[in-house]
């Protein structure tokens, strides 16, 4: 069987640190001291440039491809045959399209993706959200490591993870401050955990949910409160186990094509009697236990009460 030949894809917009986290992970971290031969493709000329005395020493190659139409597998499996390599760092251009890489993308036998990382820039992310949100979301989308580099005491840390999650839940998030140190200071939430009952706002929503979901244990016997629309249909597919409801909202991450439902499981033994579509004001109890719906264990509502409620004058949630 012929040994499988990794493929690191670094993802990002140019100027967001993929050169330096490459040159970082080969050079000062010694990824490559056990290795013959790397192989470097690069997609994109940044700021910083790698040195050939410093590739010399780790036996590493680099190759430029300047043009989507030229990362081609006849390209790639030249490379392959010249040099042999026992790894392959791709550096690809963060405004070519990534999803293909994934999708009907051939790569030459035996390589294959082992880990997809992307890079962002903290001081630049809402900014590319807001003005090119599929390009970045697609960068974003496969990672399973996102690195927030250039970050400060300003950057909103929660935000950040929420609007990641909300498109990429399995991504890890690494905070780097503009040192180049990992920022492990704890993320602040724009409400207060310690409280006997978590008042949640509509304007923390979805942050909220987000680190509920990603964080159960933390909320695991807590009380929480805050105003739902109601997921519970009586008849078809979407119709629920009797004694379970869903109360949720509507969130935005930042258009209208992004919108979705953010829902948790809620137990109630008197959910037949909470009408599909309706608002309502819960206070419930929340345990982390296991829940088919979450393939594993997840937060778990069980109201202490509920009350209905009037439509918000916004029906929509945002991570802001």
Partial sequence: MVEEI???????????GKTTLIQETLIENGFGDDCNSILIIS????????KPEDLEKIHAHLEVIEEEEDFTT?????????????AVFVEYNGTWDVGRLYDDFSWPVPWAIIQSLATVDAETFEMYMLNMRAMMQENLFNAEVVIFNRCDENTNKAK??????????????????????IDDSPEELPFDVTQDV??????????????????PKKYDGKTV?????????????????PGTFVPGRFAMTCCVEDIQFLGMKCKYSDAAKITHKSWIDIEARVKNE????????????YPIS?????????ELVYFN
């Fill in 290 to 301: 296991f829940a088919k719906e979450y393939k594993g264990k997840g937060p778990v509502l």
């Fill in 6 to 16: 990794p493929i690191y894809l670094f993802t990002g917009f140019m100027d967001s």
């Fill in 43 to 50: 997609c994109e000329d940044g700021d910083v440039e790698y």
């Fill in 74 to 86: 006849e390209k790639l499996q030249e490379f392959d045959e010249k040099y042999k390599p026992d």
């Fill in 225 to 241: 409160k805050f105003r739902a629309l109601v997921y519970n249909p009586t008849d078809g597919k979407g119709k629920l186990k």
């Fill in 198 to 215: 978590i008042d949640i706002t509509d304007a923390d929503y979805a942050l909220w949910f987000m680190d509920c979901m990603d964080n």
């Fill in 160 to 181: 950040f993870r929420a609007t990641v999650k909300a498109f990429n839940r399995k991504a890890q998030l690494v905070y780097e401050k503009k040192d180049g140190e």
């Fill in 306 to 314: 509920i009350t209905q409620a009037e439509k918000p004058e916004d």
